[in-house]
């Protein structure tokens, strides 16, 4: 299983970017995709899940980036996407994506495997 998460950068307020999350070694029908975020002094939280584990798509989102936040899949290109519209500085944050089996969770524990951080870095 390995996951490689891209897109971040620097953005003004207001403004957007499109995470991605390549995955191998697994087939997306069968495990969440979670997406989490880590700001320096404080914990990971999660921001976004998507999962199709009992039959239907599925998807979450943290109360802080509803309506703002849109995450996808593609599973053609075993990819899974993050759309970020109206960025805020406390969107500020390395993120990361996150695979288990089964259903979506919240809570970072609970996934078995990571890709490595995005930065996103949201600044005037």
């Known amino acids: 299983v390995q996951l490689q998460a891209s897109g971040g950068g620097l953005v003004q307020p207001g403004g957007s970017l499109r995470l991605s999350c390549a995955t191998s070694g697994f087939t997306l029908d069968y495990y969440a995709i979670g997406w989490f975020r880590q700001a320096p002094g404080k914990e990971r939280e999660g921001v976004s899940c998507?999962?199709?584990?009992?039959?239907?798509?599925?998807?979450y989102y943290d109360d802080s980036v509803k309506g703002r936040f849109t995450i996808s899949r593609d599973n053609a290109k075993n990819t899974v996407y993050l759309q970020m519209n109206g960025l805020k500085p406390e969107d500020t944050a390395v993120y990361y994506c996150?695979?288990?089996?089964?259903?979506?969770?919240?809570?970072?524990?609970?996934?078995?495997?990571w890709g490595q951080g995005t930065q996103v870095t949201v600044s005037s």
């Open positions: 998507i999962s199709s584990y009992d039959g239907e798509i599925k998807t």
């Open positions: 996150a695979t288990d089996r089964g259903r979506c969770s919240m809570w970072h524990r609970a996934y078995e495997w």
